[in-house]
Each structure stands twice: as C-alpha cells, then as structure tokens.
C-alpha cells in the first residue's frame, strides 16, 4: 500500500480542526511575521551602508524651519541628510528680452546629532546652477526643553513668512515675493546667537537674540548717486569670509498659533546698519504676519517696513526708508477628492516700494506692483510643478509694465 506523506495528513488535520477565526489569527501572525522581517531587513541594510535613512516628514518643523532642514531634529542616524532644489523657464514680453531657464537652486542640508541635547544643521546652496555657492546656515543647536533653547553660529533670521521657511514646496509662487526679497532680504541669514521656545501651552513662540549688522552703506547706497532697490538685499553679511562684524543688532519674533488653522505674530529686527564708517547710524525693521488654512483654502499675508535712522551720514542721497506688503490666497481643488495629490489654485498681489524716502532731493520711484495668478501640481507631498503668470506694474510712467509667463518644479528630500 503507498504511504502518504506525514506532511500532507498534517496539513489535512490542521485544515479540519480549525475555525475561521483561527484562520484569520493564523493570517494577522504570518503578515506580522512578514513586517517584523522587512524591518530587520531594512535595519541589517542600514547597518552595512552606516546610514539609516530618513525621509521628509512634511508637517515638521523646528522652530519655525521648513521640514527638510528640521529632518536632523527627527533622523534616525546621527547623520542627517536632505535638502531642496528648484529650476524655472521664464518668458517676459519686455522689448528685447528672449525666455530662458535657470538652474535656480539646489540645496544640501548636512545635520549630526552629537546627542539629544547637542545639533550641528547646515545649509549648502548652489544657484544659478553653480554660479554661486554660499553656507545659508551652519549652526550649534543647544536643546533644554520645550521653552528654553539656543542656537549659535550662521542663522536663518527670524523674519517673515519665508526667510525661515524657504523650500519651494512651501509657497506657491515660482519667485518668492518680492517684498521678502528687498525689504526683508530673504534669504537672509547672520553670524549671532538666538534663543527660542514655546511659552507653555498658550500657544505662543518665540526668538529672540544678537545677529550681526546690516551694512547699509554699500554699492546700492553709497549717499552720492541715488540707491537702487537692491540696497537693503546687498546690505547683507550672511557668511562672508572675513565679513565685517562691528555692529550687531538685536531680533526678536513673536508668534501665536491656534487651534482653527491661524498663525498671528510680528518680528523686529534694531540695531547696526554700518558696518565701520559712519557710527551712529540704526536701522528698525519689523513685520506683521498672517497666516490662516482650513479644508483646502490658505491665506497668508504680510506687511513690512524699514526706516533708517542717521542716513544722513551717509550722504545726502542716502536711501531713508522702504515699505510694502502681499496677500497670496490659494484653494486646492482636489481637497474633498481622496487623494493625496494636490492642485493648489493662487492668486497673490503685491505692492512695495524699496525707496520710500531718501535724506533730501527727489528720490527714485520704485514703486511696484505685482499681481501673479497660476497653478501648482503635487504628484507627491514632497514634489511641486508650477505654473504662473505675473502682471508687473511700476507706479513711474517712464518705466515700462511688462508681464512674465514661467513654468517650474521644486522637491524636499
């Protein structure tokens, strides 16, 4: 007579002793089973390479940074690396102007956690596809608690609705506004010491510490021919080598967030605007900021203004003041779909003038005003297609209106 298998009557009594609950016990164990043995996979892949990756967590942030440059925060690996990049094609219908396309920006972070308590972040940027490379921050982060805590070295300044959050992901527009171009400099980062925290559970932040100078005495604003407005964004030091250091300034930023999507808040920014000759010469500026979303619908809003104190030492033509403010609204129209794609619609208007006032004689009119319409595409929370077409208006009759139609793409990693 054949044998059957002791393999296969196994298999029969098994079959026939058990419940469909048992089965479906039997079924969760094997998956997880399964997911425990992917993880060891992924941990013994992470321990031959020295690296344990870490991807983009798309809400987080520290204070107040965008995600890719808070991933140290939250790695894994003491060794953290991400970053941005975005490029655009412009076409403008000046006279004479042909489209083009640049390279914009790509962006490494390098972060390590020496411990919990103790971070190295790092900002590396090549724009204009390598024409420029500069260190936008290299910091010490000193973590004590939620209310408590110190960042020294090269920081992003505490201004704005971008300076701090500038990953292309994060605003809808292919340029970034103007106004937080050439009044607040974005990106605009200083040699200081900073301390920030949350106050309890109030829902308040806040920043606050000494940062290197502006040098507000430079080629855009030398006092003899009139300043351009380039002369705040040029009056930066960020990380020069050997860059000037005899006056700093004090930064401070207060922000409430509440719980119905609002974030409310202001940022000053007083002290040193020459650096060596003349003394005595102050500048004050400060924002006020706005942010509310809800099901798929976002508004920000931003206003800011600079006021120099002493221009007059630096010559009679000197540049004395500059104000202006934007509102972007957007409504993404897949957000009742369930999806995670997006397709953000926006509209932003803009109005500034980099050169409000100079010391004495008539002053440049600057006065500009952009209003920029388009459209964005998230294929992947991480990954932005952009489209928009901006209408720009000077308030001088000499100067000639022009429209610019761009298409791009950014990423965070």
Do not use: C
């Amino acid at each position: 007579m054949k044998k059957i298998p002791l393999s296969l009557v196994a298999t029969v009594i098994v079959g026939v002793s058990l419940h469909a609950d048992e089965l479906s016990e039997l079924k969760a164990k094997i998956i997880e089973l399964q997911e425990k043995t992917d993880a060891l996979i992924d941990e013994t892949s992470d321990l031959k390479t020295g690296f344990s990756h870490t991807t983009v967590e798309v809400d987080a942030s520290q204070n107040g940074m965008g995600p890719a440059a808070s991933k140290v925060y939250y790695s894994k690996s003491p060794l953290s690396i991400g970053g941005y990049g975005e490029m655009y094609w412009a076409s403008e219908d000046k006279r004479g102007e042909r489209a083009y396309a640049d390279v914009y920006r790509f962006v490494p972070y390098i972060g390590y956690k020496f411990s919990d308590e103790i971070i190295l972040n790092s900002e590396l940027e090549f724009e204009h596809g390598g024409e420029e490379v500069a260190i936008e921050f290299m910091y010490l982060d000193f973590l004590f608690n939620r209310s408590f805590n110190i960042q020294a070295g090269n920081l992003l300044v505490p201004m704005g609705l971008v300076n701090r959050r500038h990953e292309p992901t994060l605003f809808n527009t292919i340029q970034r506004p103007d106004v937080e171009k050439y009044i607040i400099p974005s990106t605009w980062h200083e040699n200081g010491v900073v301390v920030y925290g949350s106050i309890g559970e109030s829902g308040f932040s806040y920043s606050a510490g000494i940062i290197n100078g502006l040098n507000l005495k430079n080629i855009s604003n030398d006092g003899v021919t009139q300043p351009s407005k380039n002369w705040i964004k040029n009056g930066r030091i960020g990380s020069q080598n050997k860059g000037p250091m005899e006056r700093v300034a004090f930064v401070g930023r207060v922000d409430y967030t509440g719980r119905n999507g609002v974030l409310l808040g202001s940022s000053v920014y007083y002290g040193g605007a020459a650096q060596g000759d003349p003394n005595g010469v102050n500048a004050l500026i400060y924002d006020i900021h706005a942010l509310y979303e809800k099901e798929g619908f976002k508004l920000k809003a931003l206003y800011t203004a600079l006021t120099l104190d002493g221009a007059e030492k630096i010559g009679p033509r000197s540049a004395k003041s500059a104000e202006g403010y934007f509102i972007n609204m957007e409504y993404d129209i897949l957000a009742s779909k369930n999806t995670s794609k997006r397709v953000p619609l926006f509209v932003q208007y803009e109005s500034y003038d980099p050169v409000s006032s100079v010391v004495s004689g008539a002053r440049p009119d600057l006065e500009q005003t952009n209003i920029t319409v388009g459209v964005n595409f998230f294929p992947h929370e991480q990954v932005v297609l952009k489209a928009d077409y901006v209408f720009t208006n000077y308030n001088d009759a000499n100067s000639e209106d022009f429209n610019t139609f761009s298409v791009g793409m950014g990423f965070i990693f």
